[in-house]
């Protein structure tokens, strides 16, 4: 049988220091996999299905007899976020669900009992889950499509927000394993179809801001179309505007979308993120539009964005085009401290490589990464060090645009400086078995020190893709603990940064070698990762220097750390 694969990528291809200090409770070391000592002949990274041994069974749902719209074919993602602190990431999923019959262009004859909702997996710590959707509260009334975390309030427990059709959900985490719907208390109010969103500290008062982004003014009454089609596209509908919370530091917040500059822009939102791509010690926010450029919210400072992302080459595609642009991940490919990006797309995917100059230039080509794909459309994605060998690599999930087609998924391992290779064919049966993904979350679930993830697939099961690549590198996870508490009045000269340490940069020196990353919320498609930053050490087996730099100001050292665990790093009161 023909190696579809490469036959397609080959024609494509053609076409203010602080003193140092331990954390105050430093993890215990995890088991990990032996690394091989000299690393001569590199890991293979490899997957499998862990669905069923995991006892998750979910399946999403469309909400109709067969896909006939834009709502329908957008999808859903997951999360993984650690409810319980009980150092094991759980996992969140979303799904539609069957609307009111004029919703659905083809409706179901008898709607299912009971109805398709999300579902929370409480991790049990020994590669299982149990379902305990019902006894948290998270089953909404509602046609989900995204998920982002964060402890708005400062209390210690991470909170929801759940984002769909008609409506965004806050949900305050109790502390009990109980979350309770404050959106109304909150001020949080979104109207239209939300969409991917995120949480940063963005006037940098120790409390987290919250960003919504939406996609269209959907009209489920509106069928002009050519039949191939399927259904009408993004462009068929009105663009909608973002929206910006401000975060008041008493459990409620404050529209400041038009103050702030960010709802004078109407786009098509599909992906979210947020970090400092300029190096300025202030967060900035991406946005991944569905045909309409794409935007790069330049945070001034003073409250308000500036978009630049024309003048910073992020708006368009690799020929100046309006893409379908889905899933945007920054990340330091190379270690230099300046954040890259990587967005995942319809046509070619997008590799950034930041010029430091305010600016992005695209090395997707040069790198070999863009050719593979354009045969795909790429949705979820996670860039993670998935052997440890000490390089970035990069997991693509893939399906079917407007039709349900499957499609294999991608894996790319770095090979250095910034350059990848293509190693899909060898990397289990789960990644080249084919499905019609939509959102993923990355996550080591079973704290073993290989990052593994959870896929979302258009109107069937979700599947847990479990790394089991053996002869790994060395490993660090980090998680950070800000020193804001819940009560504490919030001001950008306060010092203190949000409990989840959103917006903190952490530098990992092991081995000789300098890796950097940013602690950011969501991530991808839809979705968001386990909060913890990890980083492959390769032969590394101790870090010589682990430095924070804090979003309320302070750096924090760590020196002489052993490998092979999770670090909990709380930020000096």
């Known amino acids: 049988m023909p190696n579809h694969r490469l036959i397609l990528a080959a ?4 076409g203010g220091v602080l003193a140092a200090q331990q954390p105050t409770a430093p993890a215990t070391p995890q088991s990990a996999p032996v690394p091989n000592s000299a690393l001569g002949k590199l890991p293979l990274i490899q997957f499998e299905d862990a669905t069923d041994g995991a006892h998750i ?32 990431p759980d996992l969140y999923v979303e799904t539609g669900k069957p609307l009111d019959d004029s919703m659905h262009p083809y409706p179901l004859a008898a709607k299912p009992d009971p109805a398709p909702h999300n579902h929370l997996y409480r991790n049990d710590g020994n590669g299982r889950f149990t379902d305990v959707t019902r006894q948290s509260g998270l089953d909404p009334d509602l046609y989900s499509i995204a998920v982002t975390a964060a ?22 985490n109790d502390g009990n394993g109980h979350f309770t719907d404050v959106t109304e208390k909150a001020g949080i109010k979104v109207d239209g179809w939300s969409i991917s969103s995120t949480w940063l500290d963005y006037d940098k008062d120790g409390c987290v801001d919250l960003f919504v982004g939406r996609y269209v003014k959907f009209d489920p ?25 401000h975060n008041n530091c008493d459990g409620t917040f404050t529209d400041v979308s038009q103050k702030s500059g960010i709802g004078t822009f109407v786009g098509r939102t599909m992906g979210v993120t947020a ?11 991406y946005v991944s539009n569905d045909r309409t450029e794409n935007f790069l919210f330049r945070n001034k400072h003073d409250g308000t964005f500036e978009e630049v992302a024309n003048e910073t080459g992020t708006a368009y595609g690799q020929n100046g085009e309006s893409t379908s642009s889905m899933g945007p991940v920054f990340t330091d490919l190379t270690g230099r401290g300046w954040l890259d990006l990587w967005v ?21 080509a040069e790198t070999g990464v863009s050719q593979v794909n354009a045969q795909y459309v790429s949705w979820g994605t996670g860039i993670y060090d998935f052997d440890n060998d000490g390089e970035p690599d990069i997991l693509i999930y893939h399906g ?19 350059h990848f290779k293509d190693v899909s064919t060898e990397a289990g049966q789960v990644i080249n078995m084919r499905t019609t993904a939509r959102g993923a979350c990355f996550g080591d679930y079973d704290n073993d020190g290989r990052v593994d993830s959870f896929v979302v697939n258009l109107g069937d099961r979700g599947k847990l893709v479990h790394n089991v690549s053996q002869n790994t590198g060395h490993w660090v996870a980090v998680k950070l603990v800000g020193a804001m508490r819940k009560g504490d009045h919030g001001s950008a000269t306060s010092g203190k940064s949000n ?20 602690r950011v919320a969501a991530s991808g498609y839809l979705s968001q990762d386990d909060d913890r930053l990890h980083f492959g050490l390769g032969n590394a087996t101790t870090i010589e220097k682990l430095t924070v730099h804090w979003p309320g100001g302070k750096t924090q050292e760590l020196t002489n750390l052993a490998a092979d665990r999770v670090i909990t790093v709380e930020e000096p009161r």
């Open 11 to 14: 024609a494509f291809a053609l």
């Open 57 to 88: 069974h979910f399946t999403h749902s469309f909400g109709s007899a067969k896909l006939g719209s834009l709502l329908e074919g957008t999808g859903s993602g997951c999360l993984w976020f650690d409810y319980n602190n009980d150092g094991w």
């Open 151 to 172: 402890d708005y309030d400062n209390d210690g427990y991470v909170d929801l927000l759940v984002t769909g059709y008609g409506k965004a959900i806050l949900y305050h």
């Open 221 to 245: 009454k509106y069928r002009a179309y050519y039949a191939p089609d399927n259904y009408p596209g993004p462009l068929d509908y009105e663009g909608e505007t973002n929206m910006l919370f």
């Open 275 to 285: 970090a400092d791509f300029d190096n300025d010690g202030w967060d900035d926010i």
């Open 344 to 364: 995942t797309d319809a046509h070619y995917n997008r590799l950034l490589r930041n010029t430091t100059k305010m600016g992005f230039e695209d090395i997707g």
């Open 400 to 418: 079917g645009l407007i039709h349900l087609i499957p499609q294999e998924h991608t894996l790319f391992r770095g090979t250095g400086n910034g």
């Open 499 to 518: 409990r989840d340490g959103i917006g903190a940069r952490v530098e990992v020196l092991a081995g000789g070698r300098r890796r950097t990353a940013e």
